[in-house]
């Protein structure tokens, strides 16, 4: 099975600051699926940005961008400009090329400071 | 229409209730999940339906038994639970993987705002 590693259980950052979440995987595969969720205290999971392993520009949605290193099998979110509704747990979720199985991460709980 | 609904909200039952949580979405995805997730830890997927077929059941316990009546729908029937069954039940969908759709961008899979199950 795949593996998804979130190392950093809690992160916080500045209001308007930038934070960095790492994100790594295991898979021998080629082409797959990245993402980035945020599930806010109220818990409704939402789709934050998404990236396509064959493609090599990092994906970018407004203020969230990551930095995607293949090689590494990296997938790190960068968060600009930090707003306070950005305080959630961020979870990194992987999708093989064949099938509807999602792997996620264990979640890096983000706080944003005012 | 791009939402998940799930209810009821929250659903609070004794270990010899039978209850049921109920999921529909109008987005057109043929696939269906359910996932189990406890406070701080991700989801846990329960089961996958595919074309209204159970495709995956990740050895879960016979006292949580799925149900894809038609192509928006999904139910999960309670039944003898126990206390460390109370969790946050997501519902969500997907596309089905299709060969030839496979870089369309249809593979994301869109969550219900969750039911929050206490059993008592």
């Known amino acids: 099975a795949q593996t998804v590693t979130q190392s950093q259980p809690e992160m916080s950052v500045q209001e308007a600051e930038t934070v960095t979440l790492s994100c790594t995987y295991d898979?021998?595969?080629?082409?797959?699926?990245l993402f980035w969720y945020k599930q806010p205290p109220s818990r409704q999971m939402i789709l934050v940005i998404r990236?396509?392993?064959?493609?090599?520009q990092n994906a970018t949605e407004n203020r969230f961008s990551v930095n995607f290193q293949k090689a590494a099998k990296s997938f790190s979110l960068k968060i600009s400009d930090s707003q306070l509704g950005d305080a959630a747990m961020y979870f990194c979720?992987?999708?093989?090329?064949?099938?509807?199985?999602?792997?996620f991460g264990t979640g890096t709980s983000l706080t944003v400071i005012p | 229409d791009t939402e998940v609904t799930q209810t009821p909200k929250h659903l609070v039952m004794g270990m010899t209730n039978k209850k049921s949580l109920k999921c529909e979405q109008h987005?057109?995805?043929?696939?269906m999940y359910w996932y189990k997730q406890k406070a701080k830890k991700p989801p846990e997927l329960m089961f996958v339906?595919?074309?209204?077929?159970?495709?995956i059941n990740e050895s879960v316990p016979s006292r949580f038994s799925p149900e894809c009546p038609n192509s928006s729908l999904l139910n999960l029937h309670l039944h003898a639970l126990q206390p460390e069954d109370s969790a946050l039940y997501l519902c969500?969908?997907?596309?089905?993987?299709?060969?030839?759709?496979?870089?369309?961008?249809?593979?994301?899979?869109?969550f219900g705002a969750g039911s929050r199950l206490t059993v008592l």
């Open positions: 969500a969908s997907s596309q089905v993987w299709d060969r030839g759709r496979r870089r369309s961008g249809a593979n994301v899979l869109t």
């Open positions: 898979t021998s595969e080629s082409d797959y699926y």
């Open positions: 990236q396509e392993a064959y493609k090599q």
């Open positions: 979720a992987y999708r093989r090329d064949t099938g509807n199985q999602f792997y």
């Open positions: 987005m057109g995805h043929r696939a």
């Open positions: 339906y595919s074309y209204e077929k159970l495709s």
